[in-house]
């Protein structure tokens, strides 16, 4: 039961990031993120699950950078659109760190 509410709480805060742009609570949602991916531990199926996060993150960032490329040459403010362009980016950072991480424990390396 402990890791269905884990596993539930984890998928909850990831829905959460996906539209948030406040940088504070941004890294506050990264934070709950982590403790509980961390209550799941660090094993090749979380590494699964990570990877899959960072792949949607990227995609996220990508979809962003052409909004904001398609707003600048309209002549449209874009001054929130980068603010969420650097939350999105900074996701991405943060999973990859989390990636490292779970590598490190289960005694890999990977290269970026």
């Given at each position: 039961m402990?890791?269905f509410?884990?596993r539930e709480?984890?998928?909850?805060?990831?829905?959460?990031?996906?539209?948030?742009?406040?940088?504070?609570?941004?890294?506050?949602?990264?934070?709950?993120?982590i403790?509980?991916?961390?209550?799941?531990g660090?094993d090749?199926d979380?590494l699964?699950?990570?990877?899959?996060?960072?792949v949607?993150?990227?995609?996220?960032?990508?979809?962003?950078q052409?909004?904001?490329?398609?707003?600048?040459?309209?002549?449209?403010?874009?001054?929130r659109?980068?603010a969420?362009?650097?939350?999105?980016?900074d996701?991405v950072?943060?999973?990859?760190?989390?990636?490292q991480?779970i590598?490190i424990?289960l005694?890999q390396?990977r290269s970026l």
């Open positions: 402990d890791q509410v884990t709480n984890i998928r909850h805060f990831r829905d959460q990031l996906e539209g948030e742009i406040d940088p504070i609570v941004r890294s506050l949602l990264h934070r709950l993120l403790a509980e991916e961390d209550r799941l660090r090749s979380i699964q699950q990570i990877e899959a996060e960072i949607k993150a990227k995609a996220r960032v990508s979809r962003q052409a909004l904001v490329a398609a707003m600048k040459r309209n002549g449209r403010d874009t001054l659109a980068i969420v362009l650097n939350s999105l980016s996701g950072l943060q999973f990859e760190d989390f990636r991480q590598l424990a005694g390396t």
